[in-house]
């Protein structure tokens, strides 16, 4: 059987197992194990706070294109905190 990743009250409940310390380092290790295109504009949006048509500027790619790498990179994010979990 597998987890359905967007199932967020099972992936609350996954995390929630996780220590607060813990869960913030394997969040640091999970945007750390990203290939760079989606820690960039997952760090840039998320962190940094830029707009989708900031990030499509600076990327030089289309609006399109950053929602779509921005959601790969959240996805990738929740599997390996969720495995960690």
């Known amino acids: 059987m597998s987890l359905d990743l ?7 409940q996954i995390l929630a197992r996780l220590p607060p310390a813990l869960l913030r ?3 640091a290790r999970a945007i750390d194990s ?7 504009v997952l760090l840039l949006r998320d ?7 900031e990030l499509s500027q600076a ?3 289309t609006p399109a294109n950053v929602k ?4 790969r990179a ?3 994010v929740r599997e390996y905190l969720v495995a960690q979990g």
Do not use: C, K, N, V
């Open 6 to 12: 967007w199932d967020e009250a099972r992936t609350d």
């Open 25 to 27: 380092l394997e969040l």
């Open 34 to 40: 990203l290939p760079e295109h989606y820690r960039q």
């Open 47 to 53: 962190f940094e706070e830029l707009t989708i048509g």
């Open 59 to 61: 990327l030089e790619i």
């Open 68 to 71: 779509s790498r921005l959601h």
């Open 74 to 76: 959240r996805e990738l």
